[in-house]
């Protein structure tokens, strides 16, 4: 909520949902998106690692409570550097084709073979790491200065279990929001 430019929250809950999941944010889309730029998906980055951060910051040490966000977030930084070319370091280069499984030939073990050198993939995974890592810091230090912001919302949904609506704008209404980041002028 403190990101611009994010999709709203609908629904927090810790109510869980199947072997997968312990609770659920829900964001819905205001209007629909084709594009999405590097800022917008750095916000994404950044709000699907906020429950590692809060883990964190709360407990001092990260759980595999958020290991699908992690895997989410890892692939998206994956495909800003290999698909976008939103890496500087590695230039505007597409070093992986987009994934699609529907009518493809793959190979044996069901992978393509890379056509790039080793010292790229290791440039590659540095990138990666390295985006999760700034994010991972970003979504810390929003936490850090929201700290009681969260608070509250924990002892709202220890007691109502889910959140939506008016209750989640009331307790998130002192929220310190990002300012975006102004737009480049051509």
């Given at each position: 909520m403190a990101l611009p430019g994010v999709d709203p929250v609908q629904k927090v809950s810790i109510i869980p949902r199947g072997v997968a999941a312990l609770g659920y944010?829900?964001?819905?889309?205001t209007e629909d998106r084709f594009?999405?730029?590097?800022?917008e998906l750095m916000n994404r980055l950044t709000v699907l690692l906020?429950?590692?951060?809060?883990?964190r910051l709360v407990f001092g040490e990260v759980s595999t409570g958020a290991a699908d966000d992690l895997a989410k977030a890892t692939?998206?930084?994956?495909?800003?550097?290999t698909r976008f070319g939103m890496d500087p370091k590695l230039g505007e280069v597409a070093y992986e084709p987009e994934r699609s499984a529907f009518l493809q030939p793959t190979t044996e073990t069901g992978l393509e073979p890379r056509r790039y050198a080793?010292?790229?993939?290791?440039?590659?995974?540095?990138?990666?790491?390295?985006?999760?890592e700034s994010v991972s810091t970003r979504a810390?230090?929003?936490?850090?200065?929201?700290?009681?912001?969260?608070?509250r919302e924990?002892?709202?949904?220890?007691?109502?279990?889910?959140?939506?609506?008016?209750?989640?704008?009331a307790i998130t209404a002192t929220v310190q929001r990002e300012r975006p980041a102004p737009q480049a002028v051509a």
């Open positions: 944010t829900i964001q819905r889309p594009l999405i730029n590097r800022a906020g429950g590692r951060a809060a883990e692939e998206i930084a994956r495909s800003m550097v080793e010292q790229t993939a290791a440039a590659i995974d540095e990138a990666v790491r390295q985006l999760i810390s230090d929003i936490l850090s200065r929201n700290r009681a912001v969260l608070d924990a002892q709202a949904l220890l007691s109502k279990e889910t959140l939506q609506g008016p209750e989640l704008a």
